[in-house]
């Protein structure tokens, strides 16, 4: 639903959770292969059944800072169409 996940301002001692949402909105199964991070601190879980036409699945990226920082992640969704891969961002400031 959205490709930027904005988290503002937070302690970077506290692991932070973003939600991103895929709508299978083509006509067979939406299949997810693989999903990279940009880097170690972030993980995401998600179901690897495949999406029926219509349907939406959920992506939870769970990003844990090193040390303060201001940050830009990516997530790199590759499926089964034309459009793969997906790239999904999540960025803030770890004070």
């Known amino acids: 639903d959205k490709p930027l996940i904005t988290l503002g301002d937070f302690n970077w001692k506290e692991e932070q959770k973003a939600i991103f949402t895929l709508k299978n909105t083509g006509g067979s199964p939406l299949v997810i ?6 880097c170690g601190c972030t993980t995401v879980s998600y179901s690897k059944e495949p999406i029926q036409p219509g349907k939406e699945i959920t992506l939870e990226v769970v990003y844990k800072a090193e040390h303060p920082e201001h940050f830009s992640k990516t997530v790199t969704v590759y499926c089964n169409t034309a459009s793969s891969p ?10």
């Open 33 to 38: 292969q693989d999903v990279t991070t940009s």
């Open 86 to 95: 997906i790239r999904l961002s999540l960025s803030g400031d770890a004070k």
